[in-house]
């Protein structure tokens, strides 16, 4: 079966500048899961999606970071506008609720 | 609070050495546990898991695990590594929600 799918991989931008990410998940998971993971530590999740609802966003800086799920698949997560402590790896991750958590590739931003 | 804690950031073995990476973790209910494993440019994946029932688990590539809830304790082991089995480890706890609470990490070095 396909993976999470991510993109973009990469992603520089200076400060202040708006960056947007795309997560597909596997096809038939109903749960959706961003974490964001800074360098020498683990995944901190951002916000979990159950279909197009969100079920726990309550450690996503919602002053500056957004995310949907439109139509309880693909998912955008955005950070608007980005500082310097943003720099890290994005996870996208997707499971049948209450089960396995597949991950995908992750996109690695900097900021600069 | 629910967190999770490694004991060692850093472990480099020869092949064939015996493997103990050490977890403990807390948190106020029933607990899932799950050992992941990053390869060097590959996605996190599932190693072993715990839910209920036999406290030892036994995952892939060799791999197991103790459940000792007196301890709060889940030390990942294995009786002889691979060169192969470089890679970063984490330990990891999920709750009633599934969300996943990731320890920091260890960063395991075999020497050929």
């Known amino acids: 079966e396909a993976g999470v799918a991510q993109s973009p991989r990469y992603k520089i931008i200076e400060k202040r500048q708006s960056v947007a990410f795309w997560c597909n998940p596997i096809?038939?998971?109903?749960?959706l899961y961003w974490y964001q993971q800074i360098l020498g530590q683990g995944p901190k999740l951002l916000i979990q999606?159950?279909?197009?609802?969100?079920?726990?966003d309550s450690q996503l800086p919602k002053d500056r970071f957004s995310a949907e799920r439109l139509k309880g698949v693909d998912s955008t997560l955005k950070i608007q506008p980005a500082k310097l402590e943003d720099s890290a790896v994005y996870l996208c991750?997707?499971?049948?609720?209450?089960?396995?958590?597949?991950f995908g590739p992750g996109t690695r931003l900097t900021v600069t | 609070a629910q967190s999770v804690s490694q004991h060692n950031h850093h472990v480099i073995l020869s092949e064939a050495a015996s493997l103990e990476l050490g977890c403990n973790y807390s948190?106020?209910?029933?607990?899932?546990l799950f050992w992941y494993v990053q390869y060097p440019g590959q996605h996190l994946q599932l190693l072993l898991k715990?839910?209920?029932?036999?406290?030892l688990v036994k995952g892939i590539k060799g791999f197991e695990a103790e459940f000792i809830k007196s301890k709060f304790s889940f030390n990942l082991r294995k009786p002889s590594v691979q060169w192969s089995d470089t890679a970063e480890y984490f330990c990891?706890?999920?709750?009633?929600?599934?969300?996943?609470?990731f320890g920091q990490g260890t960063t395991l070095q075999v020497k050929p």
């Open positions: 991750a997707s499971s049948i609720p209450h089960y396995e958590q597949y």
């Open positions: 096809s038939g998971h109903a749960t």
């Open positions: 999606f159950q279909n197009n609802g969100v079920v726990d």
């Open positions: 948190y106020g209910g029933t607990v899932n």
């Open positions: 715990y839910f209920s029932g036999d406290p």
């Open positions: 990891v706890l999920s709750g009633n929600t599934g969300k996943l609470i």
